[in-house]
């Protein structure tokens, strides 16, 4: 059942009852994205790469039947995946908020989920929808109910949070619509209880109406069995399809460009250039340091019970990963 069927369904149910207020039947806004006093997803993309019981893969990259590290590996077509759309519009926004065309919306995929974020100094308001629940990132002190277009909704409020400034709270509401799908309203700032309700009962379907960022890396060709897991604006993650469907947080195969640090090898194993950029492998943490130039850096690492790697596999894909746009 696709987003419009779920408001038809939900319209249908209401026929009978008095008109709502002209704002009701409006839209959700929202999105996506990191902010650090939040400790969002991206926060910690190596830590969270998660192993589902049972999965297996094919390899990666075609395997050479090689050790040796080659000076200039073969070309092969390099695999790019296009930016995560947000099903849904806001056709009401708290007073400050700017339409969910502007640049201070972002939007990430979040294995099966979509997550449009509005974040500006210390207000964010983000919206997800999915099949998957979201969690609620910050702890409640009071927690009730409340109705969503004749959903039931659970409303979470906590008057401060880590990193609040004075009037900041925390307002959260979480629903289910019929096609399985949950959608939740997460607000941190000055916004009221009021506000993520109105928020949330202004929700309209929408025809692909914003697209997130592009893929921000490319990969040295298309891997077999893998398909995109997260993405965002400088992280990106390929998984099986199985892991995909139950896992929201970065997994399998992830590759984050990092910047501000400096190439630092730590653990490698091994260390090699490939035109002039310095690469550290750590065969044991299963992870890749690519140096991309000045402070920039490429970080990948990978749960080998998900995917399996060989070495000629690793030194392609080190030689062959590109950041889009940089």
């Known amino acids: 059942m696709s987003v419009e069927e779920d408001l038809?369904?939900?319209?249908?149910?209401?026929?009978?009852?008095?008109?709502?207020?002209?704002?009701?039947w409006a839209a959700v806004t929202a999105g996506v994205r990191r902010d650090q006093r939040k400790r969002r997803t991206l926060a910690a993309v190596a830590a969270v790469a998660v192993v589902a019981a049972?999965?297996?893969?094919?390899?990666?990259?075609h395997d050479r039947g090689t050790d040796r590290l080659p000076a200039?590996?073969?070309?092969?077509?390099?695999?790019?995946?296009p930016a995560p759309v947000f099903p849904l519009r806001p056709t009401w926004l708290p007073a400050g908020v700017p339409t969910a065309f502007a640049s201070t919306w972002t939007i990430t995929q979040m294995g099966p989920n979509v997550r449009m974020e509005y974040t500006e100094g210390t207000t964010v308001l983000g919206i997800e929808i999915g099949p998957l629940q979201a969690?609620?990132?910050?702890?409640?002190?009071?927690?009730?109910?409340?109705?969503?277009?004749?959903?039931?909704?659970?409303?979470?409020?906590?008057?401060?949070y880590d990193g609040s400034g004075a009037g900041e709270r925390f307002v959260g509401v979480r629903w289910k619509m019929p096609a399985t799908r949950w959608i939740s309203v997460?607000?941190?700032?000055?916004?009221?209880?009021?506000?993520?309700?109105?928020?949330?009962?202004?929700?309209?379907?929408?025809?692909?109406?914003?697209?997130?960022?592009?893929?921000?890396?490319?990969f040295p060709s298309s891997p077999p069995g893998l398909v995109l897991q997260h993405q965002s604006d400088s992280t990106m993650c390929l998984a099986p399809p199985a892991l995909v469907a139950q896992q929201r947080q970065p997994a399998g195969l992830c590759a984050s460009l990092q910047e501000g640090e400096g190439f630092n090898p730590g653990s490698a194993t091994e260390t090699w250039s490939i035109e002039g950029r310095r690469i550290a492998y750590d065969q044991d943490g299963h992870s890749l340091l690519i140096e991309w130039g000045g402070?920039?850096?490429?970080?990948?690492?990978?749960?080998?019970?998900?995917?399996?790697?060989?070495?000629?596999?690793?030194?392609?894909?080190a030689d062959g990963l590109r950041p889009i746009h940089r």
Not at 15 to 23: G, I, N, S
């Open 295 to 317: 402070d920039t850096q490429i970080s990948v690492d990978w749960d080998p019970a998900v995917i399996t790697l060989s070495h000629d596999q690793v030194v392609a894909l």
């Open 186 to 218: 997460l607000s941190w700032g000055k916004l009221t209880e009021a506000d993520v309700l109105r928020v949330a009962r202004n929700l309209a379907a929408g025809e692909h109406i914003v697209s997130g960022y592009p893929a921000p890396f490319s």
């Open 135 to 160: 969690d609620w990132e910050t702890e409640a002190t009071d927690i009730h109910q409340a109705d969503v277009l004749s959903r039931p909704a659970e409303v979470h409020v906590a008057p401060g």
């Open 8 to 24: 038809r369904t939900t319209l249908r149910d209401r026929a009978d009852q008095a008109a709502p207020l002209p704002d009701l």
């Open 72 to 81: 200039a590996p073969p070309t092969a077509s390099p695999a790019t995946f």
């Open 54 to 61: 049972g999965i297996t893969v094919p390899t990666l990259l």
